[in-house]
């Protein structure tokens, strides 16, 4: 894989994870059918490993020893992504109880770790933090295009930079909201009134950062 085909499968894998959590938001008990929660997990980890696996692929291939502020943070954002991946890891085994048998056989401790109920909330600060990374990779990035004056990917880091920083708060404010479940009751934030505008706010941050990336791809040699 190079870098332009990683940056066509992590296009891929964003369009994927919108139309879940789309479908999840406007349908949630679809995903009580056993068959389609295993399809979509197991496709979800593939769509996780996307950004990893374009991260990797960006440190390797484009990077050079001179953007150290820029690799640094690619490192941090990669780590971030990592750990998402271990938990869509996670997610299979709740979906899966077969697999989940085996882990019991193999190791009950690990097993009640891996369905310990504090993970949510665990996943839910990682998604935070990693949303921050991506919103300072950003940053970092569009400064170096500026440096180089690649005005095209320029345009394109700004408003991604833009994007990302609306997904940033969407994340921040769904991570107060499972932090606080326990103090009030998360079915009065389920409506129709609140539910258009973030889905709204949230096609507008997928489709900057999807901008982003087929930019990225054209540049590419």
């Not at 894989?1 to 994927?16: D, E, N, P, Q």
């Amino acid at each position: 894989m190079s870098l332009k085909s990683a940056t066509v499968f992590t296009i891929i894998g964003i369009c994927y994870f919108y139309l879940v959590r789309t479908i999840g938001t406007i349908n949630p008990d679809i995903f009580r059918v056993q068959d389609i929660a295993q399809a979509v997990q197991l496709l979800s980890l593939f769509a996780a490993l996307a950004p990893l696996v374009f991260l990797a692929y960006f440190y390797k291939d484009y990077l050079n020893r001179e953007q150290v502020l820029l690799k640094n943070i690619t490192i941090i954002t990669l780590i971030g992504f990592f750990l998402i991946v271990f938990l869509h890891i996670r997610g299979l085994f709740m979906v899966f109880p077969r697999m989940s048998s085996i882990l019991y056989n193999f190791s009950p401790s690990l097993y009640q770790l891996v369905h310990s109920h504090q993970i949510p909330l665990i996943g839910s600060l990682i998604g935070w933090v990693t949303s921050i990374a991506v919103f300072l990779f950003f940053v970092v990035f569009y400064r170096e295009t500026a440096k180089r004056n690649q005005v095209s990917l320029k345009n394109a880091t700004l408003i991604a930079m833009v994007g990302s920083s609306l997904a940033l708060l969407l994340r921040t404010i769904s991570t107060i909201v499972t932090l606080s479940a326990g103090f009030f009751p998360i079915r009065t934030l389920i409506s129709p009134v609140i539910i258009t505008p973030v889905l709204i706010l949230s096609l507008l941050g997928i489709l900057s950062i999807i901008y982003f990336l087929y930019t990225f791809y054209r540049v590419q040699v």
